[in-house]
């Protein structure tokens, strides 16, 4: 007798796989929906909270992703170069939430960005505010973060 032929024949254990299916399922389809959270990171593990900075310049990208918005500035410095910052804020839904849309921002625009350096002392800066080429300030920050001047809820 084959194991088909078995369960057919004994319903508790036709009940009892296929139980076993369905835990291995929600088992399967939970891990699947933690994955992307353990890429989110709080202020803490990558901005140091000392270290603001404000960044003046040209935006000369954005990507509306999620977790985070990038969006990357070119700075001219003082002595005429120009240096390349990357911006990290909260998720499209969050800043749309604030005022933040996504036709506020068009590759060219003037923008001042305040924020915090990241630790690894890159170019990076975690976007707490962003002033719009129409002068409207706008917190770029993700709710939740433990970042400076984070309530913990999501306006």
């Known amino acids: 007798m084959n ?4 369960r057919s024949n004994c319903p508790i ?12 399922f929600v088992a399967g389809v939970s891990l699947a929906a933690v994955v992307p959270l353990l890429a989110h990171h709080s202020f803490a593990a990558e901005f140091d909270a ?27 410095e003082d002595n005429g170069s120009v240096v390349k ?18 036709g506020d921002l068009k590759l060219g625009d ?3 960005v305040d924020g915090y ?3 690894d002392g890159s170019r990076l ?10 002068g409207r300030i706008v917190s770029g920050a993700s709710a ?5 001047g984070d309530t913990g809820r999501n306006p």
């Open 50 to 76: 000392s270290k603001a900075v404000r960044v003046t310049g040209t935006l000369t990208k954005i990507e509306w992703t999620n977790p985070h918005t990038y969006f990357y500035v070119d700075v001219k």
């Open 125 to 134: 800066i975690d976007a707490r505010r962003v002033t719009l080429p129409d």
């Open 85 to 102: 910052w990357s911006c990290e804020a909260g998720s499209p839904g969050a800043l749309s939430r604030r005022g933040f849309k996504r």
């Open 144 to 148: 939740g973060d433990g970042g400076p």
């Open 3 to 6: 194991s088909a032929s078995i």
């Open 110 to 112: 003037a923008i001042v």
């Open 117 to 119: 350096r990241a630790k």
């Open 13 to 24: 254990l036709e009940n009892i796989v296929m139980k076993v299916r369905l835990a291995i």
